[in-house]
């Protein structure tokens, strides 16, 4: 139980709390030195966030108590959440930022996060994810002349240039990690992964922390983006949950983002909605017993909810719970 507590204190701690800078306003390269600290627990996601609304999540978010942003340039919005970051009154040593190089710019990294942060209206980012292991031409044509690890290379360039703090990974399979690993000058800070009570992965989630690097869970809410089909009903309605959510006193995304607060991830949920955003926060204040934990552990269904590998032709997440399966042959 004490170890729990403590747990706990550490992820509540790291919400709220950066290592502040002595920079006015945490811009230019000597506040990038000296604003160190880890990255929030929490922190607003904003996929699939409409562009008329995400300006405002973001403000709220950031004015509620919320210092991290999930952003990606594929999402279609920063220049929406830039203006949000800029009206809330946050300081930009206070605020975590991420964003991610898509697909069709890993042969130019550094143009595209000139590009996010102009959009972002930021003069660095914290950290800036390979959004997937897989590089494209134009459109969704694979680019199989480029490696990963030469992406990797020029991504370290941008934090020596202090374009970014950190950078890290996304979607990558353990040999993926490790193709990395075996190169880095500057080695990932983080992985964003897809992982929530219907997809556990604890095992890879360990693996990871025992490297020295964050896990940060996207789609923490599990089946509750609405372009997910996972064939299973939504988590709200899943009596384990219902039952687990009354016993904390709590309501589900607060019970389902709690555990993965406790297990050692960041979450970063997404809502357009005040109450929502609100709500999501007090996923902070909840704390399970280990008993509690082990009943949570079994109920994976190790069921993935975002797999684009068959679109793209490209094997994904070998190794991990529910891969992507090959085309047949006559299905090619
Ligand atoms: N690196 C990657 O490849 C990758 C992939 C997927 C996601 N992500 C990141 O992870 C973030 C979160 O994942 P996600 O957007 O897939 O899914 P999610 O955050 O697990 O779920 C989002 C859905 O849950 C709803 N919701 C949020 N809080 C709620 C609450 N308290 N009660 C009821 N409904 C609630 C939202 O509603 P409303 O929006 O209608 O308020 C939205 O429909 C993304 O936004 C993105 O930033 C990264």
């Known amino acids: 139980m004490a170890k729990v507590m403590l747990n706990y204190l550490l992820l509540a701690t790291s919400l709220l709390l950066l290592l502040p800078g002595t920079a006015a306003d945490g811009h230019g390269q000597d506040a990038i030195v000296e604003s160190r600290g880890d990255i929030p627990a929490i922190g607003l996601g904003t996929w699939l966030s409409p562009k008329k609304e995400v300006k405002h999540a973001a403000q709220y978010a950031l004015d509620t108590g919320y210092t991290h942003i999930d952003a990606a340039r594929v999402y279609g919005n920063e220049r ?54 897989v590089a494209f031409k134009d459109g969704s044509t694979v680019d199989t002349r480029r490696p990963i690890t030469e992406t990797w290379r020029d991504m370290e360039a941008l934090v020596k240039s202090n374009k970014t703090r950190y950078i890290g990974i996304s979607n990558f399979a353990p040999a993926d990690v490790d193709a990395i690993l075996a190169v880095c000058e500057i080695c990932p800070y983080a992985h964003e992964l897809e992982t929530h009570p219907y997809l556990q992965q604890q095992e890879y989630v360990d693996w990871h922390t025992a490297r020295g690097m964050r896990v940060i869970a996207y789609s923490p809410l599990a089946n509750l983006n ?5 064939g299973l009903p939504s988590i709200l309605h899943d009596p384990f949950w219902e039952q687990m959510a009354e016993n904390k006193n709590a309501t589900i995304p607060q019970a389902v983002l709690a555990w993965g607060l406790q297990r050692g991830t960041v979450v970063i949920p997404k809502s357009v909605h005040e109450e929502y955003i609100r709500e999501n926060l007090g996923a902070l204040s909840i704390v399970y017993g280990e008993e509690e934990m082990m009943q949570i552990a079994a109920q994976d269904r190790k069921v993935r909810m975002n797999n684009p590998g068959r679109e793209w032709g490209v094997d994904l997440f070998d190794g991990l719970d529910d891969p992507t399966v090959p085309k047949r042959e006559d299905e090619l």
């Open 80 to 133: 929406q959440v830039g203006k949000g970051i800029k009206k809330a009154s946050l300081k930009r040593k206070d605020l975590w930022v991420t964003s991610k190089l898509w697909n069709t710019d890993h042969r130019h990294p550094e143009r595209a996060l000139r590009k996010t942060l102009k959009d972002l209206k930021l003069e660095y980012l914290d950290l800036y994810l390979m959004h997937w292991p």
């Open 226 to 230: 609405p372009h997910y089909d996972s």
